[in-house]
């Protein structure tokens, strides 16, 4: 045990078994950063034996990942006498790296004077990689939605042109046909074409909500088809939930 624990009373000796067992790492270091305590816990993430950090600094542990305006700021604001919360990039004894969230908190004396920094760490890479690991997937999942979002707009467009034609031409053929029959037929078609169209129209709308890529245009509109279109979709929706 480090010379600055001997002589403790029994409180204090049940707060360092505490500290002791903390699931956090631990360091105490003096004023200048020098590393006087660390916890068994920090022993274990860091890789280092207890005499390897004791007289040393924690910049032992730095990746060089870490920005150096992150160090002078942490040392500006904990001199300062402020509490300084960060997430450093660090690397073990062994090479490896890891993320650890750290809290480092200035120690005072009666006096009001700086005497030390507290640090307790917690290891959260595990962390860091699911967060990466949902930044990926979603990044994915856009690219999937766009592509999606490509194709329906490219079928869109084949689609639309031949129908296009066909309401045309149904509509010169109704002026032509005396036959009532023939007449019937022709209205059937631009009926379905028509159709095919709303449900074209639909599906990109659909796609572009999907995307949150929905095109917004003020227009005038027909507020009793609004309601009838609800009502029709309320309709489907009650009779697929009896089904």
């Known amino acids: 045990m480090n010379e600055i624990f001997k002589n403790l009373n029994d409180q204090s000796k049940v707060l360092l078994t505490v500290v002791e067992r903390s699931t956090d790492s631990i360091v105490l270091t003096d004023i ?5 305590y660390v916890n068994p816990t920090f022993i274990t993430l860091s890789g280092y034996e207890y005499d390897e950090l004791i007289g040393k600094n924690p910049r032992i542990m730095k ?3 870490t920005k ?7 040392w500006e604001t904990i001199l300062s006498g402020e509490e300084f919360k960060v997430e450093f990039f660090n690397k073990k004894k062994n090479g490896e790296f890891y993320w650890e969230s750290s809290i480092i908190t200035p120690l005072k004396n ?19 990689k699911l967060e990466e690991d949902l930044k990926t997937a979603l990044d994915t999942a856009e690219e999937a ?13 084949e689609y639309r042109t031949p129908l296009v034609g066909i309401f045309g031409y149904t509509n010169i053929l109704l002026e032509e046909v005396v036959e009532p029959a023939h007449s019937e037929m022709l209205k ?3 009926h379905s074409s028509r159709r095919l169209m709303r449900t074209l129209n639909s599906l990109i709308d659909y796609s572009h909500l999907e995307a949150e890529k929905f095109p ?4 005038n509109s027909d507020i009793s088809e609004v309601l009838l279109l609800q009502s029709t979709a309320f309709k489907v929706f009650t009779s697929e939930k009896q089904l």
């Not at 200048?32 to 006087?36: E, H, P, Q, R, S």
């Not at 939605?145 to 467009?157: A, C, D, F, G």
């Not at 917004?216 to 227009?219: D, E, G, I, N």
């Open 32 to 36: 200048n950063g020098t590393i006087l």
């Open 68 to 74: 150096q305006s992150v160090y002078l700021l942490m």
């Open 216 to 219: 917004l245009s003020l227009k």
């Open 188 to 190: 059937k078609v631009l």
């Open 110 to 128: 009666e006096k009001g004077e700086i005497t030390n920094f507290l640090g307790i760490k917690r290891d959260i890479t595990k962390e860091k």
């Open 145 to 157: 939605n766009q592509l999606k979002l490509n194709i329906i707009n490219n079928i869109s467009h």
């Open 63 to 65: 990746s060089g990942y």
